[in-house]
């Protein structure tokens, strides 16, 4: 039996990871993605901390990192904006030393927000995977590995898959 593949997760809400945990077992998958969540520091060194906790996963688990999975809103009171992108720095810091690495929006936000479908489009985020999508019935093992392979395809990590809608499917807007 093969390694799982690594998910880095990276929240301040513990349970919208372990949320994750359980759907990915309920859904059978805890055989192929295994969950490292990563816990932003004080709240004034959020992007830094998480920068260095990540750096730190992708050093340890290398090539078995399947994609980073990165909630954009923090509560970070130091900010600008008060956090509500802090994630999207951090994706911005990653991208600039590890071209390579999926990172997918694991978030709050909806999907449709127009804010969001144009992140994905930019060069720091690969994908998005709604939390509400997680939670819900429309969940399914299928989906969430489309999801994490249309990211590595857009970083280049894999060979384009002939999908004729698979830009359209849930849990993906990029």
């Known amino acids: ?36 969540a990563v816990v932003p520091e004080e709240e004034h060194k959020y992007v830094e901390g998480s920068v260095r906790q990540i750096s730190l996963g992708l050093a340890e688990h290398g090539p078995r990192v399947a994609a980073i999975l990165l909630d954009l809103s923090f509560e970070e009171p130091t900010s600008r904006d008060g956090g509500l992108w802090g994630g999207l720095r951090i994706a911005k810091k990653l991208r600039a030393g590890r071209p390579t690495v999926p990172i997918i929006a694991f ?54 898959r002939d999908e004729t809608s698979a830009s359209s499917r849930v849990g993906y807007t990029g």
């Open 1 to 36: 039996m093969t390694e799982p593949e690594i998910l880095i997760v990276v929240d301040d809400r513990p349970m919208d990871v372990k949320a994750l945990k359980d759907a990915l077992k309920y859904e059978g998958l805890s055989d192929e993605f295994s969950v490292i």
């Open 107 to 160: 978030t709050a936000l909806p999907a449709s927000s127009l804010d969001l479908r144009e992140l994905t489009f930019s060069d720091a985020l690969d994908g998005v995977l709604p939390k509400r999508w997680v939670l819900g019935e429309e969940f399914t093992a299928d989906e969430f590995r489309r999801c994490i392979r249309m990211a590595r395809e857009r970083r280049g990590e894999l060979p384009p």
